[in-house]
Structure formats: structure tokens, C-alpha cells
T-cell receptor
Framework: NAGVTQTPKFQVLKTGQSMTLQCAQD?????MSWYRQDPGMGLRLIHY???????DQGEVPNGYNVSRSTTEDFPLRLLSAAPSQTSVYFC??????????FGEGSWLTVV | DQQVKQNSPSLSVQEGRISILNCDYT??????FLWYKKYPAEGPTFLIS?????DKNEDGRFTVFLNKSAKHLSLHIVPSQPGDSAVYFC???????????FGAGTRLTVKP
């Protein structure tokens, strides 16, 4: 039972490069989201999706794009990486209740 | 602005004693509160929750208390065990999927 799977787990990017963080879930949840975790800031919502074909911005969306072509997948794209995007990224799904299920995280360093 | 605050970045307790982790919130629209536990190199996992219609919820060694008038909640772990050593995040929601806010986390260390 995989739950929420994120890849890659670790990535180093140069400033200006683009990349995609992949996220897949097998829980058949409509709601998916991306968070970033920074020291002293907790978890902040980047983008979210309430179902296939529907996405919206969270607290900190600038510099990121998302798409939701299927229920299972919710990739996060960094358009032009900046050092301020060095962070730990968590993909998550949410059931009909308020409980969020997180992936294991992707550690991104932008140099 | 941080709507959910965990003012203690770290807490250290002895095995067998009580751990009390605190959380304050500012948004009166929040009506559902959760605690998540995070081990290093893993994603946060759900621990316990409480709705605003209650002031206490208990699950084994874990109890969450909610004081709505003070906009304060706390997580009690009794008795604390070394395996409880982790970062604990408090979270609050107003009922919409996109409005959940997390605190900065408290690192709990339980010493044997």
C-alpha cells in the first residue's frame, strides 16, 4: 500500500533551471496538494487541486506550476529555480474528512 | 502572518513523564485542529484531532485539549516514550481544504 509517492527524494538544481517533482497517490482521494517546509515556518501550502482538471493557488504559489490531468498524479513544476526555493517539499492527499496524508518528502537544494 | 503558533521550538522530557506541547491560533474561524508527528526524512503523519465542539479528545497515551476562549490547544503525551521523539506540528482548519495552517513545529526529545 504505497499511499502517496514522491520522486525524486533529493535534487540539486542550479539557479534558473527548471524541474518537476512527481507525486502519485493510490488512495483515490480527490484532493491533492503541495506543501513546502522551511525552518521556523511550518508547512505552507503552495498549490492544491480538488479534482482532475482543477487546480488553485495556496499561500505561496509564486514560482511554481501544477497540473492535474488524472486523479492519481499531481506534479509540481519549478519554472526557473531560485535559491529561495531550497526547501523540503511534501505532496499530500486529503480524505473527505480533514486528515491530510503526506508523502515522504523531496529535498531540493538550489545553488 | 502566522495564524498558528508553536512558541516552543523544542522540548525535552524524561521517559515516563508527561510531555505537553502547546499551540496558539489567531483565526476565530478555525474549527478543526490536528496534531501531526514527523520523524527525520519522513513525511508528517496524522496523530490526533479535535473539533471545536469538544474540549478534549483522547487516544491512548495522547490527549488533545482545546480552549476556544483562549484560542489555545495542547497535546499531552503520558507516559512519554523514547519513540515519541519527533517534531510535532499543530494544524488548524476552518473547514475548507485550502485553509489549513500549520505551526512551525516543536521538536520533542524523550530521554531514556
Amino acid at each position: 500500500n504505497a499511499g502517496v509517492t514522491q520522486t525524486p527524494k533529493f535534487q540539486v538544481l542550479k539557479t534558473g533551471q527548471s524541474m518537476t517533482l512527481q507525486c502519485a497517490q493510490d488512495m483515490n482521494h480527490e484532493y491533492m496538494s503541495w506543501y513546502r517546509q522551511d525552518p521556523g515556518m511550518g508547512l505552507r501550502l503552495i498549490h492544491y487541486s480538488v479534482g482532475a482538471g482543477i487546480t488553485d493557488q495556496g499561500e505561496v504559489p509564486n514560482g511554481y506550476n501544477v497540473s492535474r490531468s488524472t486523479t492519481e498524479d499531481f506534479p509540481l513544476r519549478l519554472l526557473s529555480a531560485a535559491p529561495s526555493q531550497t526547501s523540503v517539499y511534501f505532496c499530500a492527499t486529503q480524505s473527505s474528512g480533514n486528515t491530510i496524508y503526506f508523502g515522504e518528502g523531496s529535498w531540493l537544494t538550489v545553488v | 502572518d502566522q495564524q498558528v503558533k508553536q512558541n516552543s521550538p523544542s522540548l525535552s522530557v524524561q521517559e515516563g513523564r508527561i510531555s505537553i506541547l502547546n499551540c496558539d491560533y489567531t483565526n476565530s474561524m478555525f474549527d478543526y485542529f490536528l496534531w501531526y508527528k514527523k520523524y527525520p526524512a519522513e513525511g508528517p503523519t496524522f496523530l490526533i484531532s479535535i473539533s471545536s465542539i469538544k474540549d478534549k479528545n483522547e487516544d491512548g497515551r495522547f490527549t488533545v485539549f482545546l480552549n476556544k476562549s483562549a484560542k489555545h490547544l495542547s497535546l499531552h503525551i503520558v507516559p512519554s516514550q523514547p519513540g515519541d521523539s519527533a517534531v510535532y506540528f499543530c494544524a488548524a482548519s476552518g473547514g475548507n481544504n485550502n485553509d489549513m495552517r500549520f505551526g512551525a513545529g516543536t521538536r520533542l526529545t524523550v530521554k531514556p
